[in-house]
């Protein structure tokens, strides 16, 4: 018979210590089987211990040697059909289905492997070497390429085609994942510390590097992946995993090296990989190293129960808002107002784009954390402008504006600022998301509710806002944007804390804001974001945040402003810059630590 227990109760893990929400893996490299055929320049995918490796050089002359590793030793296979070096690869290849793709000298050829012999396919659009692959053997990527090409192929089993491209041109870079779900990391000349990924639509700048390099060994996954070696501009054996999201130092390899293969697909992740041959640092080696993670801890569920063993309490996991606080930063180099979603990026990499003195200006700035540096100015004065707020310092569109030319787009590089197609609906004080290859404009000055999505190459008018509005907060990207607050009235004031998300087809409205504003900022997620400032009387320092479903009243702004400059980051670390009254240089950084803590349960 069932006990009361079995019943109604429930188990409560004993652990020593708390669990969280993730932890960076630790690892080391160890010594593998050597290859037969020293060499560099090579290409191969599979896992740690079925791993395939071929091409090359053996400085010279080109290699066509391709061999298998077991986890212990290298066997020789039959050769690819075409000498080559600086190839790409099928990354989540195996030992019986591969893909040899391209290599120098700067070809097309692409050669697939069946488990017993290479048949030449058909050739890619643009022949290139020193280039990144990624995905299987019937649905790969050719990433980039010699020349810095910024240029992307798609292969489906019988042909390429080309697709979108690299927001950043380069060769030498490395890639892995999937055809749908991609890292393209580094490159050179100099050592690039670019990481974009790809959705399978377009390429979204991410997290940069900590070690600029060129042709590293790079394998696992779209969210768990790990680069060893490469080119600094003399060979490095520095490593690093990336867990989604940004780049955490690991222990070097036992030999610096570049021009390696790498291997360890999605379903080795960053836990066991492998790293053979390379130049270190002029001749070909045929040394294998293997890379295993030590990391174990317990992972953080929402409405866990448990006791702590070490502190001797029960604790629950929960979720809990309000813990955060507004701290002084930098100030901007030129005071002034937008009025517009005119800043993007994170609370260390974010920029801040046109705005208004006295007059329309152009001046653009990047901020560091800690300082702002003026950078080459827009070509058309605006203000009122709406940018791709999950840009990046080197990848950002501005949209609209009260201008000159109320309809004209700017794309930024890094370096430039490319005027680009027009938008549908010229106006300004619109809200604004997305990437620079995938932005989203929702609201106008007239309080209309269109609503215009940019994919890379032209502006298309997809589903109306249901309330429509001008002076929003909004943030996120072109498949999950939310927009909040504004003037829906006329005449004015008539401000609403209406929001609305935007799930890519349709608007729906959400939880309003506990304070109506406009002329607010705002930064994150439709699943955990921030809205602050208005220039309702008096003008206010409210801030709230936002949790998926509704908003909760946090720490104030220090200094109640609105029409900020620059906004833009995460739930738990934005930035606000500039705004009025008085066009002000003030920058203010938010900071709240994890919403999902560990609490001790107390009785009475």
Same mark, same amino acid.
């Given at each position: 018979?069932?006990?009361?227990?079995?019943?109604?109760?429930?188990?409560?893990?004993?652990?020593?210590?708390?669990?969280?929400?993730?932890?960076?893996?630790?690892?080391?490299?160890?010594?593998?089987?050597?290859?037969?055929?020293?060499?560099?320049?090579?290409?191969?995918?599979?896992?740690?211990?079925?791993?395939?490796?071929?091409?090359?050089?053996?400085?010279?002359?080109?290699?066509n040697?391709?061999?298998?590793?077991?986890g212990?030793?290298?066997?020789?296979?039959?050769?690819?059909?075409?000498?080559?070096?600086?190839?790409?690869?099928?990354?989540?290849g195996s030992?019986?289905a591969?893909?040899?793709?391209?290599?120098?000298?700067s070809?097309?050829?692409?050669?697939?492997?069946n488990?017993?012999?290479?048949?030449?396919?058909?050739?890619?659009?643009t022949?290139?070497?020193?280039?990144?692959?990624?995905?299987?053997?019937?649905?790969?990527?050719?990433?980039?390429?010699?020349?810095?090409k910024?240029?992307?192929?798609?292969?489906?089993?019988?042909?390429?085609?080309?697709?979108?491209?690299?927001?950043?041109?380069?060769?030498?870079?490395?890639?892995t994942?999937?055809?749908?779900?991609?890292?393209?990391?580094?490159?050179?000349?100099?050592?690039?510390?670019?990481?974009?990924?790809? +959705?399978?639509?377009?390429?979204?700048?991410?997290?940069?590097?900590?070690?600029?390099?060129?042709?590293g060994?790079?394998?696992?996954?779209?969210v768990?992946?790990?680069?060893?070696?490469?080119?600094?501009?003399?060979?490095?054996?520095?490593?690093e995993?990336? +867990?989604?999201?940004?780049?955490?130092?690991?222990?070097?390899?036992?030999?610096?090296?570049?021009?390696?293969?790498?291997?360890?697909?999605?379903?080795?992740?960053?836990?066991?990989?492998?790293?053979?041959?390379?130049?270190?640092?002029?001749?070909?080696?045929?040394?294998?190293?293997?890379?295993?993670?030590?990391?174990?801890?317990?992972?953080q569920?929402?409405?866990?129960?448990?006791?702590?063993?070490?502190?001797?309490?029960f604790?629950?996991?929960?979720?809990?808002?309000?813990?955060?606080?507004?701290?002084?930063?930098?100030?901007?180099?030129?005071?002034?107002?937008?009025?517009?979603?005119?800043?993007?990026?994170?609370?260390?990499?974010?920029?801040?784009?046109?705005?208004?003195?006295?007059?329309?200006?152009?001046?653009?700035?990047?901020?560091?954390?800690?300082?702002?540096?003026?950078?080459?100015?827009?070509?058309?004065?605006?203000?009122?402008?709406?940018?791709?707020?999950?840009?990046?310092?080197?990848?950002?569109?501005?949209?609209?504006?009260?201008?000159?030319?109320?309809?004209?787009?700017?794309?930024?590089?890094?370096?430039?600022?490319?005027?680009?197609?027009?938008?549908?609906?010229?106006?300004?004080?619109?809200?604004?998301?997305?990437?620079?290859?995938?932005?989203?404009?929702?609201?106008?000055?007239t309080?209309?509710?269109?609503?215009?999505?940019?994919?890379?190459?032209?502006?298309?008018?997809?589903?109306?806002?249901?309330?429509?509005?001008?002076?929003?907060?909004?943030?996120?990207?072109?498949?999950?944007?939310?927009?909040?607050?504004?003037?829906?009235?006329?005449?004015?004031?008539?401000?609403?804390?209406?929001?609305?998300?935007?799930?890519?087809?349709?608007?729906?409205?959400?939880?309003?804001?506990?304070?109506?504003?406009?002329?607010?900022?705002?930064?994150?997620?439709?699943?955990?974001?921030?809205?602050?400032?208005?220039?309702?009387?008096?003008?206010?320092?409210?801030?709230?945040?936002?949790?998926?479903?509704?908003?909760?009243?946090?720490? +104030?702004?220090?200094?109640?402003?609105?029409?900020?400059?620059?906004?833009?980051?995460?739930?738990?670390?934005?930035f606000?810059?500039?705004?009025?009254?008085?066009?002000?240089?003030?920058?203010?950084?938010?900071?709240?630590?994890?919403?999902?803590?560990?609490q001790?349960?107390?009785?009475?």
């Open positions: 018979m069932a006990s009361y227990k079995t019943i109604k109760g429930f188990a409560v893990q004993t652990v020593s210590t708390d669990p969280v929400a993730s932890a960076t893996p630790t690892g080391t490299w160890s010594s593998g089987g050597n290859m037969n055929d020293a060499r560099s320049g090579l290409a191969g995918g599979g896992t740690q211990t079925a791993a395939i490796a071929f091409a090359g050089t053996t400085d010279p002359p080109e290699s040697s391709a061999e298998t590793y077991n212990t030793a290298w066997t020789e296979i039959a050769n690819i059909n075409t000498a080559r070096t600086f190839v790409g690869s099928s990354t989540n030992t019986t591969a893909l040899c793709i391209f290599g120098s000298p070809s097309g050829k692409t050669e697939s492997w488990g017993s012999a290479w048949s030449e396919v058909n050739d890619g659009n022949g290139r070497q020193e280039l990144g692959g990624a995905g299987t053997q019937t649905a790969a990527l050719a990433i980039g390429g010699n020349g810095n910024a240029n992307v192929e798609s292969w489906n089993g019988t042909s390429w085609t080309e697709t979108t491209d690299l927001n950043t041109g380069r060769h030498g870079l490395s890639g994942g999937t055809q749908t779900e991609a890292l393209a990391v580094g490159g050179n000349p100099p050592a690039k510390n670019e990481t974009e990924s790809w +959705n399978g639509t377009a390429w979204t700048e991410l997290n940069n590097l900590n070690t600029a390099r060129g042709f060994a790079l394998s696992g996954s779209y768990l992946a790990i680069i060893g070696g490469g080119t600094t501009g003399s060979v490095t054996a520095n490593t995993s990336w +867990n989604g999201t940004s780049w955490t130092e690991q222990n070097n390899l036992a030999t610096a090296r570049s021009h390696v293969g790498g291997a360890g697909g999605t379903s080795g992740g960053s836990n066991s990989n492998l790293a053979f041959g390379g130049r270190p640092p002029s001749s070909g080696t045929s040394a294998t190293e293997e890379w295993a993670t030590s990391s174990d801890y317990a992972q569920n929402l409405g866990q129960v448990y006791y702590n063993s070490g502190s001797n309490a604790k629950v996991t929960q979720t809990v808002i309000g813990t955060g606080s507004w701290a002084s930063g930098g100030n901007l180099n030129t005071a002034r107002s937008n009025q517009g979603p005119a800043g993007a990026g994170t609370q260390t990499a974010g920029i801040a784009v046109g705005g208004y003195t006295n007059t329309h200006v152009t001046n653009v700035e990047t901020y560091n954390g800690s300082s702002w540096t003026e950078i080459a100015d827009i070509n058309t004065a605006r203000y009122g402008n709406g940018t791709s707020t999950s840009g990046t310092t080197t990848a950002v569109i501005t949209a609209g504006g009260n201008s000159t030319g109320g309809d004209k787009v700017e794309s930024w590089n890094g370096s430039n600022w490319t005027e680009i197609a027009e938008i549908n609906n010229p106006d300004y004080y619109r809200g604004s998301a997305g990437t620079q290859t995938a932005m989203i404009l929702a609201s106008q000055s309080r209309a509710t269109n609503t215009e999505i940019w994919n890379g190459s032209s502006w298309t008018e997809v589903n109306n806002m249901n309330t429509g509005r001008y002076a929003v907060a909004s943030f996120g990207i072109t498949t999950a944007t939310l927009v909040t607050g504004g003037n829906k009235g006329a005449p004015p004031p008539d401000d609403t804390g209406a929001t609305e998300i935007f799930d890519g087809t349709s608007w729906t409205e959400v939880g309003d804001m506990s304070t109506v504003k406009q002329y607010c900022g705002g930064g994150g997620t439709t699943t955990d974001g921030i809205a602050f400032g208005t220039n309702n009387t008096p003008t206010s320092a409210n801030t709230e945040a936002w949790n998926g479903s509704a908003w909760t009243e946090v720490a +104030n702004l220090a200094t109640g402003r609105n029409s900020f400059t620059g906004a833009a980051g995460s739930g738990t670390s934005a606000a810059a500039g705004g009025n009254p008085g066009n002000v240089t003030t920058t203010e950084e938010w900071t709240q630590p994890s919403s999902v803590l560990n001790t349960i107390t009785v009475g």
